[in-house]
């Protein structure tokens, strides 16, 4: 379900530091939460880096290093409505300072939302935050999880994964998507997708989307092409029925030849492409106008109001209704979503 806490002072945002940490997956957590987006309607963020030792400069790699500016025992501050992130490791097997992982331990028993990027599974793993749960790492760091710790769910495929209040995600630009999506899930479809445009970045993949596709080779670049405008036809026109025999008529392929080459390009079949950015123009509507259920339907395509909140449900779980409702029971404040 959807858990939504107004709250009157910013989103509280604590990045955990310890030396190992690597510099990609900081950047996206300062850019997505250290940037000032308050005068494009993104609600402010207080994004501190917590570390045991506040006043010693953290090595990264490529010649960088992160300056701390609160010690571990900040974390015994946080609230629900905030949120403890810990960024991909350089080395798996390396040591974590055991405070850090107490530090993990004492945040998630208080409730507030944990979320690892890449590697940083590992760090989860090491504190058993994810023992009996699903979570998801670099594709090439699947099965040293898995082996490494045989009690998490492991599922090398997706993007990000959910399970229970905590969350982790893929390598590299999987961190970004999960970022955005803990934006999203908070503060809603729009405020995520003005963070996206400004990072110049694509505003929403959905978590069970495949880790890698195929390497396009020459002969399958005009394909790809074909399909990149079949998309943008599709989002342009949304409210109209859109089968994958009509979208492969367009491309100018075969239903099953489309298909396949969508999957390959993409990592997702276009139905499930279809659904996911109908939910997503959906949710956008719900947010920003005052539309009957039924008209959001419609202008989303999915038909009819019974249709739009099966997958709501399935997608969000959660239904139209209660999610405008939550959404605006939160409006100018920070909520969290859980």
Do not use: N
């Amino acid at each position: 379900m959807v858990y939504c806490h107004p709250v009157a002072a910013p989103q509280r945002i604590a990045l955990l530091a310890f030396p190992g940490i690597r510099a990609f997956d900081v950047s996206v957590v300062t850019e997505v939460w250290g940037t000032d987006r308050t005068g494009h309607g993104v609600p402010a963020f207080d994004l501190r880096r917590a570390a045991a030792d506040p006043a010693a400069p953290i090595p990264l790699r490529g010649g960088l290093s992160l300056s701390p500016d609160r010690p571990l025992d900040w974390l015994d501050t946080l609230t629900p409505t905030d949120l403890v992130l810990v960024p991909g490791i350089e080395d798996p097997d390396a040591d974590v300072p055991p405070p850090a992982l107490d530090a993990l331990r004492r945040a998630h028993t208080a409730g507030v939302p944990v979320a690892s990027l890449c590697a940083g599974a590992f760090v989860l793993a090491r504190a058993g935050l994810l023992d009996g749960r699903r979570a998801v790492t670099h594709w090439r760091l699947a099965d040293t999880l898995a082996a490494r710790h045989p009690k998490v769910r492991v599922e090398p495929g997706a993007l990000h994964i959910e399970d229970t209040g905590i969350w982790t995600s893929a390598g590299t630009a999987a961190g970004i998507d999960l970022c955005l999506h803990l934006v999203r899930t908070a503060h809603g479809a729009e405020v995520a997708a003005t963070v996206a445009r400004s990072m110049v970045t694509a505003p929403f993949r959905t978590g069970t989307q495949a880790q890698f596709i195929e390497r396009p080779t020459p002969r399958t670049d005009r394909d790809a092409d074909a399909l990149a405008a079949v998309r943008a036809h599709a989002l342009a026109h949304l409210d109209r029925p859109h089968t994958v025999a009509s979208l492969a008529a367009r491309a100018g392929m075969s239903p099953r030849s489309f298909a396949r080459h969508f999957q390959a390009t993409t990592g997702t079949t276009p139905l499930h492409w279809l659904i996911t950015q109908r939910v997503a123009a959906a949710r956008k509507l719900l947010e920003r106008t005052d539309h009957p259920l039924p008209e959001v339907a419609r202008r989303a395509g999915f038909g009819s109001e019974v249709t739009m909140r099966q997958h709501f449900a399935s997608h969000l779980a959660t239904s139209p209704r209660d999610y405008r409702a939550a959404f605006r029971q939160a409006a100018g404040s920070s909520p969290i979503a859980r």
